[in-house]
Nanobody, 126 residues
Framework: QVQLVESGGGLVQAGGSLRLSCAAS????????VGWFRQAPGKEREFVAA???????????YYTDAVKGRFTISRDNAKNTVYLQMNSLKHDDTAVYYC????????????????WGQGTQVTVSS
């Protein structure tokens, strides 16, 4: 079992930055791919970024096109935490952000993730 808790959301002006954290329980966290998804009001939940499990200390990161160059996902397995650094935020980034953990290579597909956090609200004022 893996339990996930997101934090770091808040209200920020357009152009600003936030860092989200996804803290996990469980000894095998490093063997999971962790994804960030977001859901804006009235819209479906969508993939944002993912970072694969670590092999020899190396993880691969993936991003949706809308956030490439602005968001960076990273993980600290010693702290059982995955981060999403969000820079140059836009109003369109406003959403509830969720982290999820799974062991599938289909990192952008929600149904392949087994564990989900409760979400953290990010609001970007224009």
């Amino acid at each position: 079992q893996v339990q996930l808790v997101e934090s770091g959301g808040g209200l920020v002006q357009a152009g600003g930055s936030l860092r989200l954290s996804c803290a996990a329980s469980g000894r095998t966290f490093s063997t999971y791919t962790v994804g960030w998804f977001r859901q804006a009001p009235g819209k479906e939940r969508e993939f944002v970024a993912a970072i694969t499990w670590s092999v020899a200390g190396i993880s691969l990161a993936y991003y949706t096109d809308a956030v490439k160059g602005r968001f960076t996902i990273s993980r600290d397995n010693a702290k059982n935490t995955v981060y999403l650094q969000m820079n140059s935020l836009k109003h369109d980034d406003t959403a509830v952000y969720y982290c999820a953990a799974g062991r599938s290579r289909e990192y952008a597909t929600m149904k392949t993730y087994n564990y989900w956090g409760q979400g953290t609200q990010v609001t970007v004022s224009s």
